[in-house]
């Protein structure tokens, strides 16, 4: 299985007169929304992109959380917020009409329970238009292509027969499996020692590209005692993952991306090192523009779950869905309700996002995981290099 070259890929796509482009991001997180902000920023309808409004789901009650989602509302007029336990702007608020399934589960919304939230069924309440598309975005989206956004909203919109179209996501889960199986997973252990003199402090990269770190000084199989299925923790915080020098007998022996699976679920959305691997990865096929090794026609889902990190909806669709049967928003507009009208939910390849972490890739080893990478930085330092340029001009 082979991508193609850029030249395929979608763009310049307008939506139909009557139809608006809303995007619809789950709020709840300043350090990866104030990347985000400047995709948002650059795909707006009035700087040349699709989207005529942004409505920011308040899923948080941090308060310096909140106080930037304020600073940003202030700053821009096409984007407002909606909070779901205040029923606004639908009057109402969700509750599931059966028990709930996603206890069990390592969610988001399960790790924090101070504030009176009933998983993401209730952010669902701010679709009120059905003739408009709704692009539903994960706040800690750290990437997406100028092309990703008409891509979707153009396979949905030809195609009446798909209940939603997903961006083709770097760290999504299931995708993560398609997208070793087309090859463009690279090397990459990490560093076993801090090259600071102090490793008290986080250290930050000073460049995003991968060209200019040093090779890995370990043998080919990785840092000693460190375990390529997550097990173990980050060696310290703000540590680079090098990769394998070329030519390296076993050059990919027993790396991360082995544990990955044909699932939604799994290593896939638990494992650490994966996710480090996956966007050290990313990162060096962004440097070199072949980030088209990723991109694929149409994955049909065939009703099984995916990871709606990124996701293209009628509104018509999810104003229908209502009640939802069940509290786990992902699993019933992938599953069940698709099912249920014989619609099923696709992946759009051709349009490309990266999803920074699953909360068990963020939480693990109480936080000594993937948040204990130099990554985020990396993607800051890229979008402020790039999306925050007048790219449209």
Known sequence: ???????????????????????????GRKEFV??????????????????????????????????????LLSQQPQYSKYIPTQGKPSGEICVPTVPSITEGLKLDWCTDKSGPFDGWVSSWKAVVEPENIYIKIDDDIVYFEDSTIPALCEKLVNNPQYFAVSANVVNGGFS??????????APYWPESKSIQPTTTSKSKPTCWRPSKLPPHAELSEGPPDFRADGTTPAPFQGHRWLPVRPGTAKARKGLPDDTLIFDAWGPNTENWTVAAQTHYSFLQHLEQDTTWRYKFDTWDMDYERLAITFLAIRG?????????????????LTCIRPKE?????????????????????????????????????????????????????
């Open 176 to 185: 993560s499996w398609v997208h070793r199986r087309l090859g463009v997973y």
């Open 34 to 71: 104030s990347i985000l902000d400047l995709y948002l920023k650059r795909n707006l309808r009035v700087n040349g992109g699709l989207l005529d409004e942004v409505i920011f789901v308040v899923k948080t009650n941090k308060t310096h959380d909140l106080e930037y989602l304020d600073e």
């Open 316 to 332: 018509k669709d999810v104003i229908d869905s209502f009640p939802f049967t069940c509290d786990d928003d992902e699993f019933y």
């Open 341 to 393: 009208l014989a619609r099923p939910v696709v992946i759009n390849g051709t349009g490309l996002a990266a999803h920074f972490a699953f909360n068990p890739q963020r939480v693990a080893h109480d936080g000594k995981s993937i948040m204990w990478t130099d990554l985020l930085d990396r993607y800051r330092m890229f979008a402020e290099e790039t999306a925050g340029t007048d790219f449209y001009l």
């Open 1 to 27: 299985m082979h991508g193609f070259p850029p030249s395929e890929t979608n763009g310049g796509y307008t939506p139909p007169a009557d139809a608006k482009v809303i995007g619809l991001v789950f709020y």
